[in-house]
Structure formats: structure tokens, C-alpha cells
């Protein structure tokens, strides 16, 4: 156990600048909750008929929460990591099938009068069994492949079990923890890849009406990509500028040679010849690998084809996979449909309320949007209208430097920490919250599709704001100890 002096220290030693960003921060969720919610009618905000009340009792409980946690001995959250997490999945089972159906989801336990969302205290759990997976002795995930096997079935069961709670949101906020990968030693070519995969999503979705040589004028954009990639990577990743000329060549001499045909009105099928070109450049890249035998080239064939392959998924998993309101909410963030009135009336009516805040705002509980009821959900996942409305510019500014402090003092935490557990939780930490801002932000403004990503300490719910407390707690517990494992 630690030792007296070291206990009597802990409220010196905890970093009061995390305590005081978050206390702001729920400060200022409460009063926008209220702003939010409010009418003419309403009681004060601290009744607890209003969801500023309710937010008030569930902030006093999070401090409660937050002090026992303080007081918990920090090695005790790495030795009881597994044990946690065996503990939450098996509650996570236990939600299918006991949760009742809530706006088609799966994911809520009623008790009484208090609901409690498995999925938001699943994130602490899953840190602390990551961070102590990395912690075990010589434990590497750079270049062992078992090792990072374990890593992301750690991250996938609770995204699995999600997912079958219908809470696709909840379950795409794991996926950030794959960038705590990429800072313990991952391939950047997996982030690559993930990104390489969206981009292929939304380009081959958002520019499939209009015909480029055939083929929907996406399909084409994203063979050009695949070209450039390929060229790029057997240049500037293989360092093999010898084979990425000879195909840069080749295929500018074929595209002249399409070009002209085109001119004598002669029909071209797109898919033939760019399939045909780019098999053309795989198999004269499989002859120099035999002279090479260079893993890099392999690497950059098997991109190409698992990029194709996956280019001619997008429409059946869009089509047959999504259910139709998701598909609808992406016709509506990348612009192919407005909706005004259905899937894009949310976001529709934020943008007009965040636009209509200027540059200093309409003043607290002067909102119109907000009174007038216009927006829906917008004490939880669209609170950050609100603030957009009776704050403008100014309000909105102060609340993305509040995140962003937050955020960079606790990469500052995750940098000085003594061991790899204290680091990995600390960047599992500031994953989730970059995720929860961006996303949302994204959301409200119209940028991503709506995916029910609340605001952290801002959006009116309890499991939210427990869930992130428990979070950060754990976190200031853990660095409140950094000077202990030091001298020892």
C-alpha cells in the first residue's frame, strides 16, 4: 500500500488545473442545459422538475463519484483492470437483453426513476484493460501481430456488443482508441487505410449520379486516387522511383490515347479499361517483388486490391447493411439530399440557430430558435446550438478553447507519466473526448451524419457525465500517484 506521507500528499500532488477546467466546463453545461430547455413557464433552474435541476443532481453525485475514486488506491485500478472489464461486458450481454426499446435502441437500464446508459462506463473499462494489456512486461505491438491482436479484441467486443444494442454512435467512439495504437507503436498504415476506406465511402456515395466514361463520375475520381496512391507509395514508400515512373508513364499514355478516343465519339467502358490498367501495374509490380523481395511492394499491391474490393462493397453495404435512416442521415451530411423536414431538419434548424447568434450572440435565455422549441434534442446531442445562439461567436470560441486546454493538459498529463499504464489510460482519456467534441461539433454543424455523440459535460444526461468523470477521475488519481512510482 502507499504510504502515509503519500496519501497526505494527494491533494497537493493532484493537477488542479484538469479539476478546474472540469468544474467550468459542467458549470457552464448546467447553465446551457437550462438556457436550452427554458420558457416563460419554467421554474428556477435549480427545481428539479427542470433538466437544469436534474443535471444539478447529477453533478453533485459526479463529485461524490469523483472523491471516492480519489481515495481508492491508484494501483488498484491497474490490478482489478481485467476484472472490470470482464464486469461490463458481461453487463454490456446483459443489455440487449433486459433494456427496453427506446427510439429503436437497445441500450438504456431503467432503475425507478434513473436510467443508466452500460455503453458510457464501458469506456473506462476498456481504458484500464488497455492500458494494462501494454503494461505487461516487454509488451509490444510493433512488429508482434499476437500482441496486436489482443489489443483490438479488447477494443472490438465492447463495439460488438454495442452495436447489437443498436447504438451505433456509443460504438463508433471505441474506434478512437486505435490512435493510442498508432502512439504505442502501430503501423501508421492502419490509420492509412481507415481513412483511405472513408474516403472511398463518401466519394463513390456522394458523386454517383452523374457518368464519366461509363461509370459514375465517383468510381472514376477514386480510380485516379488509387493510381496517384500507388504511384506515391512505391516512391516515397517502397523508394522503388524507377517502377512509379515506368507506371506513371504508361498509364499517361494509355489516358492520352483514351482521350483521343473519346473525341471520335467511340464508347469507352471506365471500369474495363481502369481494372485493366491498374492489373497491368499489380502484375509488372509482382515481377520487380521477385527481384526485390521487398514486403513494401507487397504491401502496396495488397492496398490496391483491398481498396478496389472494397469500392465495390460500398453500394451493397450502403444499400443492403445500413438501415434506412442512417442512409438517409448520410445523403443528408455529404449533401445529396436536403430533407428539410425528416432526417436534415435537425441539423437544418441548428445551423439557422447558430447562424442566427452572430458574432456576440442574442444573450442568455433571448434565444428564439431555442424557446421556440425549433430544434429537437437540444439539451442533449444538439446543446451546442444553444450556445451558438445566445453566445455567437464569442461563446461558441470559449467552449472549443475550454476542450481544447482540456485536451492538451491531459496529453500533458499522458507525457509525464512514469509508467505505461498511467500513459496508455491518459491518451485513451483524450480519444474519447477529441471523438465526442469533434463528432458532435461535426454534427451540429452539419459536417457528419447525426449519430446521437453528446457534448461532453455540456449535453443534459447522467451516464455521460458519470462516464466522463469516472474518466477523468481515474486519470487525476493515477497522476496524483506519478511521484510514488518515481521513487520507487
Known amino acids: 500500500m502507499e504510504s502515509q ?6 491533494i497537493r500532488n493532484l493537477d488542479w488545473t484538469t479539476i478546474i477546467l472540469y468544474a467550468t466546463m459542467i458549470i457552464a453545461g448546467v447553465i446551457s442545459i437550462y438556457a436550452a430547455s427554458y420558457d416563460y413557464d419554467n421554474a428556477s433552474m435549480f427545481s428539479f422538475d427542470e433538466f437544469s435541476g436534474k443535471q444539478i443532481r447529477w453533478i453533485g453525485l459526479s463529485f461524490i463519484l469523483g472523491l471516492v475514486i480519489l481515495l481508492i488506491d491508484s494501483r488498484l485500478y491497474e490490478t482489478y483492470a481485467y476484472p472490470i472489464y470482464i464486469g461490463m461486458i458481461l453487463l454490456l450481454i446483459i443489455t ?12 438504456w437500464i431503467v432503475l425507478g426513476p434513473m436510467s443508466l446508459q452500460p455503453a458510457e462506463f464501458a469506456k473506462f473499462a476498456t481504458a484500464l484493460a488497455l492500458a494494462k494489456l501494454f503494461n ?13 491482436f489482443k489489443a483490438i479484441t479488447i477494443i472490438f467486443i465492447p463495439i460488438v456488443l454495442i452495436l447489437a444494442q443498436n447504438e451505433t454512435g456509443s460504438a463508433l467512439v471505441y474506434l478512437s482508441l486505435f490512435f493510442v495504437l498508432y502512439r504505442e507503436g502501430m503501423s501508421g498504415l492502419i490509420l492509412f487505410a481507415a481513412l483511405l476506406a472513408i474516403v472511398i465511402f463518401v466519394v463513390a456515395i456522394k458523386f454517383s449520379e452523374t457518368i464519366i466514361l461509363g461509370i459514375p463520375s465517383g468510381e472514376f475520381y477514386i480510380y485516379i486516387l488509387l493510381i496517384a496512391i500507388m504511384n506515391l507509395m512505391l516512391a516515397f514508400y517502397c523508394k522503388k522511383y524507377n517502377i512509379a515512373r515506368q507506371i506513371t508513364i504508361c498509364i499517361t499514355i494509355s489516358a492520352i490515347i483514351i482521350y483521343i478516343l473519346t473525341l471520335f465519339n467511340l464508347k469507352i467502358n471506365g471500369t474495363i479499361y481502369f481494372i485493366s490498367a491498374i492489373a497491368i501495374s499489380i502484375l509488372y509490380c509482382l515481377f520487380e517483388l521477385f527481384k526485390y523481395k521487398s514486403n513494401k511492394i507487397l504491401i502496396t499491391i495488397a492496398t490496391i486490391i483491398l481498396s478496389i474490393s472494397f469500392l465495390f462493397s460500398v453500394n451493397y453495404v450502403f444499400d443492403n447493411v445500413l438501415e434506412p435512416h442512417q442512409q438517409q442521415r448520410i445523403k443528408v451530411a455529404l449533401g445529396i439530399e436536403e430533407d428539410l423536414r425528416g432526417a436534415g431538419y435537425n441539423v437544418n434548424q441548428s445551423k439557422i440557430a447558430i ?16 424557446k421556440l422549441k425549433y430544434v429537437p434534442e437540444q439539451h442533449t446531442d444538439f446543446i451546442f446550438c444553444t450556445i451558438g445562439e445566445e453566445e455567437g461567436f464569442i461563446g461558441t470560441s470559449i467552449v472549443t478553447m475550454l476542450f481544447l486546454a482540456l485536451i492538451l493538459r491531459i496529453i500533458k498529463i499522458a507525457e509525464r507519466q512514469p509508467t505505461t499504464f498511467g500513459r496508455v489510460y491518459s491518451y485513451c482519456v483524450a480519444c474519447y473526448l477529441i471523438f465526442h467534441f469533434c463528432i458532435n461539433i461535426g454534427m451540429v454543424i452539419g459536417l457528419c451524419p447525426v449519430i446521437g455523440i453528446p457534448l461532453p459535460f455540456f449535453s443534459y444526461g447522467g451516464s455521460s457525465l458519470w462516464g466522463f468523470t469516472i474518466l477523468l477521475f481515474i486519470l487525476l488519481r493515477i497522476d496524483a500517484s506519478r511521484r510514488y512510482h518515481l521513487s520507487h
Open 5 to 10: 506521507s503519500t496519501k497526505q500528499s494527494l
Open 96 to 107: 440487449i437483453f433486459i433494456a427496453p426499446n427506446i427510439k429503436g435502441s437497445h441500450s
Open 136 to 148: 505487461a512486461y516487454n509488451f509490444t505491438i510493433k512488429g508482434n501481430n499476437q500482441n496486436f
Open 355 to 370: 447562424g442566427s447568434g452572430g458574432f456576440a450572440g442574442k444573450g442568455f435565455l433571448n434565444g428564439t430558435q431555442t
